[in-house]
């Protein structure tokens, strides 16, 4: 995978980006992107090889934005990995926790560390528009008595230090991403399926849809609904599920959906992440 | 309904107190919270009989605060309410589209409006954090050349007027509001139920919720997943059905969905709103 270029939402650092190294190793250029929709579009231009969006954390949910770019967008998940969310305090030496009085970060980020804040109730909470672009801002203007609140390679990237580590109140904060490429590829070892569809808007309707995996004794691993935009109170279904869709039961599984469904695409067949 | 304090997000004016005066009619008073969570609280806490979230948009989506809210309080579903979101300009009487630069609104708002923005290049978009908050904004200060785009009950709790109706890109616009309360009331026409549940983390654990409505043809409306704090990779799933908990097919569907859930709440039984 080196030489790949792999794009992302948010600034140098970002948690996309300690994603992207541990999926891809440190043998990859990064490609920051403003927005998920210009991640997305980056690889549609083939700006970059690939790209790597957040689809959900453990604690927040869905990310909704992206399932819906899925849909938009004709690229293919070829990978997945899941980043435990650990958050730094990040600054550059003249700050130190004596010295310090500004913590800087993204909104939910500053939520997740409330009892690092409940334990230091001297440290004001200042809302950033991005974990990693707080780090920048720290390098760039060199605020006195202020840190940020961050990933580990921020750090790294903008030549900071941490001060300390694991601020998160939870430990069982993982993020799940996706690798989108242009092109589909099928490895043989893949073990998981993500598809999106619709159905008649019948009695029973999802229940014949998930009928096709309960007969099969295929496993279920996520769910999620979002409107079908022009026909109010109708929602496209995504589903992933353990299987391959080269082999027999998720071939048949998939055919017989086709047949309950009004609608039906496959977005991408591909490794399970360790979990 | 008369003497009813009723609790919702938003600066008055807000498409949650439309939403209020279409279900209950005029003779209400309103209590504007500034987060959904007041909102919930001020009804736990009786600063308000009852409170108005929206649930679900047909374009944005489910409000996904709003279901983590319904499990984390212990209130109960007693109406709910369909409105259609009608975008309006609104401005004070020395603002016409002839002058007019400026207008502001909720990201959301705007982003609706594009085509209007679309037809009229000389207009300035400009964020602002709430709808009728920017007309309260307008109303405070106002700033010359400047409109805003809110509700059309708004204009009449600021005492603004409505420079154009409609200016929504999509009429396919509609917002799902319920009404919250203290303690349950079912109505012998209440014909919907809403329900959350959380299932054993083994393979067809779902199909077998969702064949307990099957078995007895009652028809699902809506189905949505949120992440179970604690357990990654786990889901409570709530789920809107036909039918009134007092009544046999339903009763009876709730006992067999309660043999094979490890969780389960009725949110609550009500009448459901028209399409």
């Known amino acids: 995978m080196s030489n790949e270029v792999v794009a992302f939402q948010g600034e140098r650092g970002a948690f996309s980006e300690e994603a992207a190294y541990k999926l891809l ?11 998920f929709e210009a991640a997305f579009q980056s690889v ?24 819906d770019l899925l849909l938009q967008n004709d690229l293919h998940i070829v990978k997945e990995v899941n980043l435990r969310i650990v958050h730094n305090l990040i600054a550059f030496p003249s700050t130190t926790l004596r010295n310090l009085r500004r913590v800087y970060s993204h909104p939910v980020a500053l939520a997740q560390c409330s009892r690092f804040f409940s334990r230091h109730p001297k440290f004001q909470k200042i ?24 990933s580990r390679i921020a ?3 903008y030549g900071a230090r941490i001060l300390q580590r694991h601020l998160e109140d939870h430990h069982e904060n993982f993020t799940r991403f996706l690798l989108l490429s242009k092109k589909p590829h099928i ?16 009695p029973g309707a999802l229940f014949k849809c998930l009928s096709v995996f309960a007969l099969r ?36 599984a998939l055919e ?20």
Chains 1, 2 share one sequence.
């Open 217 to 252: 004794d295929i496993d279920l691993t996520k769910m999620e609904s979002r409107p079908l935009r022009g026909r109010p109170w109708e929602y496209f279904f995504y589903l992933d599920f353990v299987g391959n869709v080269n082999k027999p039961p998720c071939q048949k």
């Open 187 to 202: 490895s043989p070892r893949a073990n998981k399926v993500s598809i999106v569809f619709s159905t008649a808007n019948a």
């Open 44 to 67: 549609a231009k083939r700006k970059a090889s690939l790209c790597l969006v957040p689809i959900e954390n453990t604690l927040a949910g869905s990310i909704y934005e992206n399932y």
């Open 25 to 35: 190793g440190r043998d990859i250029q990064v490609l920051p992107c403003e927005t």
């Open 155 to 157: 750090a790294g990237v």
């Open 256 to 275: 017989h959906l086709q047949e309950v469904t009004t609608f039906l695409r496959v977005l991408g067949c591909y490794e399970s992440a360790k979990r």
């Open 127 to 150: 809302p950033f528009y991005d974990t990693a672009g707080s780090v920048k801002m720290l390098a760039d203007e060199r605020p006195a008595d202020s840190a940020a609140i961050a």
